[in-house]
């Protein structure tokens, strides 16, 4: 659908080199009849059945069809093929396989982006599918994004087929809480209930993508939710009206004092909620507001909880050490900004872990050790694989012989699972050590941790109490 005219010939725009004494027309009436005999071909399988798709005002497919399409086809003596539809996809994406215009899309993100190979191109010509070689479910955590590049309505959101259409939606902007990058999103409204969650295009945090529990995370909106307030009455919750909540507290409120009243945060609250919230309390007289989490470790510092490096570092380092996590289940996007950083870098990047052996990443990954006593030996240079690290004899160890390779260009991820352990804090100081010590280094620009929620490094900054 790119067909240009130069210098008298036809050739396909995305794929032409500029070059001197070039002739290009692009809308004249001879790429206009190449452009509508292409999409001819486009609709030759396409069954006609906009009014009841859900892609139906956002199709790539009908603007094209407005444009350079013709009210009439000539193939009336062919039959539509028909597909089946594809059940390894999950039961998030809804697949139509018959709507397929092979724009392979989807199989190239799910090979480049996701780093896997199950989803393909299978047969020639008219027997052309897209699907997997054998029956194996595709299992990656950012998998949804194809229901966006998909130009047609192959692929579509299934918990939210037949219940809108897009020119009834009220778009929102917002950011992820189930995420610690806080991604970009818009959430997509009818009838005051969210039925859609996109991502926003945002260059710095997570690009044009978000993973699938962003994605499909809208139902807990309306399921098992508490629609009204229960008081606690002789061990049983009693349900009441909004008006009695408000004449308690106001009465509690009046006649006793903030004392009598404590607020909890949870994971999923965004820091404008919980310092609002803070800001309420305090400004009675009050601190009772807790953080309810897992976390064995009170934080002194910011840089002990948080990213400290930027993800355009993070894709520049040339050693990332991993403690504790897993990132393509902690944090999907920073493991797609990782994988980009080992795709564009090949051989000039390492990645090493320590912790369980990680073989569930979508790059490589050295393992190095798996418990505590090799971290230690890691850190006092008795181990052997500092060899991947330093120019050093590490049989004969002397602190003072430490030659750090690429200084400026390592990163260190750690998990949430170092903060919630009993010794947590040795670790920490031993990092601490690691870095100040015996390198001297600048720990603000290396040590990293990755937080599974939004709320948990919200409670963080606003230093709430933990429970």
């Known amino acids: 659908m790119c067909l240009v005219e130069v210098n008298n010939a036809l050739g396909v725009s995305c794929a032409l080199p500029l070059l001197n004494d070039m002739r290009i027309y692009t809308d004249n009436k001879r790429v206009r009849k190449a452009r509508e005999g292409v999409l001819q071909f486009l609709l030759v399988n396409h069954p006609l059945d906009c009014p009841i ?46 709507r397929c215009i ?34 194996h479910f595709v299992n990656e955590e950012l998998s949804g994004n194809i229901i966006d590049l998909c130009p047609v309505g192959a692929l579509t959101a299934m918990p939210s087929a037949y219940v809108s259409r897009s020119w009834e939606l009220i778009s929102i902007n917002s950011i992820d809480v189930l995420d610690s990058l806080a991604s970009s999103i818009r959430l997509d409204i009818v009838n005051n209930s969210v039925v859609k969650i996109v991502p926003v295009l945002n260059e710095i945090i997570n690009e044009e993508w978000i993973n699938n529990k962003t994605r499909f995370c809208y139902d807990s909106f309306s399921i098992q939710r508490l629609s009204y307030p229960k008081l606690r009455l002789y061990s049983k919750f009693v349900v009441i009206s909004w008006g009695c909540v408000f004449n308690l507290f106001f009465d509690i409120l009046l006649n006793y004092s903030f004392k009598f009243l404590e607020a909890f945060s949870g994971p999923f609250s965004d820091l404008d909620s919980v310092s609002t919230l803070k800001f309420f309390f305090n400004s009675f007289g009050s601190s009772n507001l807790n953080y309810f989490d897992n976390l064995k470790t009170n934080f002194d510092f910011r840089f002990l909880f948080l990213l400290n490096n930027s993800l355009f570092s ?3 380092s040339n050693i990332v050490l991993l403690l504790g996590t897993n990132l393509r289940l902690e944090s999907p996007i920073l493991n797609s900004r990782l994988r980009k950083n080992f795709l564009n870098k090949k051989k000039n990047t390492l ?82 050590y690691f870095f100040k010590k015996i390198f001297n280094f600048n720990i603000f620009f290396s040590l990293n941790f990755i937080s599974v929620h939004l709320g948990r490094l919200s409670a963080l900054e606003l230093a709430l109490p933990q429970v």
């Open 351 to 432: 990645f090493f872990s320590i912790g369980l052996s990680l073989v569930y990443l979508t790059f490589p990954v050295i393992n190095l050790g798996n418990n505590l006593s090799f971290l230690k030996n890691f850190i006092e240079g008795k181990s052997s694989s500092i060899r991947y690290f330093f120019i050093s004899d590490f049989l004969n160890f002397n602190f003072l012989n430490w030659n750090f390779k690429f200084l400026n260009k390592i990163s260190i991820l750690g998990g949430m699972s170092l903060l919630t352990r009993l010794d947590s804090l040795a670790i920490l100081n031993s990092l601490f």
């Open 53 to 98: 798709c859900d892609q139906g005002g956002e199709c790539d497919l009908q603007d094209i069809s407005s444009t350079f399409g013709i009210e009439r086809g000539r193939f009336y003596e062919y039959k539509k093929r028909s597909v089946d539809n594809l059940n390894t996809l999950g039961p998030l994406i809804k697949t139509i396989m018959t």
């Open 102 to 135: 092979h724009c392979s899309r989807c199989v190239r993100y799910i090979n480049e982006i996701s780093g896997l190979s199950d989803l393909g191109i299978i047969g020639r010509g008219s027997s052309m599918e897209i699907g997997t070689f054998i029956e």
């Open 314 to 316: 993070l894709e520049k």
